[in-house]
């Protein structure tokens, strides 16, 4: 009957609508929580590396957003979807070794740069992915 017909339309357009709007939202929210990530992990530069090594810093600033990421670096070489360096996007973890025995772990800042608690006797700092380029990335 044609008002079957202009119910189904009406519920697909709806479903369609709705759909639309889940991506954006979604998409916002995501670009939203990659920021606030990387501005959480900003507000740690200068702790020195002794008081929070390089997974402590990405559990911490991803805790500072509300997301639980496992303390270890191998941990959170796990958690998400793993891509090459080439593929990061900024808010993502970047990773150093390989994927069943990562030894470093970063936020990756976009344009090149990296956020990280380097090693000892140095603090969390922002540093250039040209001299210490990543092995994979791990998108959130």
Known sequence: SPTASNTTTN?????TAAATAYRASATTSST??????????????????????CSAFTQAAFAKVGRSIGR???AQAT???HV?????????????GSDSAPYH?????GGGQYIASPTYRE??????????TPSFAIHM
Not at 86 to 91: F, R, V
């Open 11 to 15: 519920s697909s357009s709806t479903t």
């Open 32 to 53: 939203a929580s990659y920021s606030s990530v990387i501005a959480a992990g900003k507000t740690f530069i200068g702790t020195p590396y002794e008081q929070m090594d």
């Open 72 to 74: 270890t670096t191998y």
């Open 79 to 81: 958690i998400g979807t």
């Open 84 to 96: 090459s360096f080439s593929q990061a996007q900024a808010g993502d973890l970047v990773f150093w």
């Open 105 to 109: 772990v970063g936020i990756y800042l």
């Open 123 to 132: 603090s969390v700092s922002i540093k250039s992915t040209a001299y210490y």
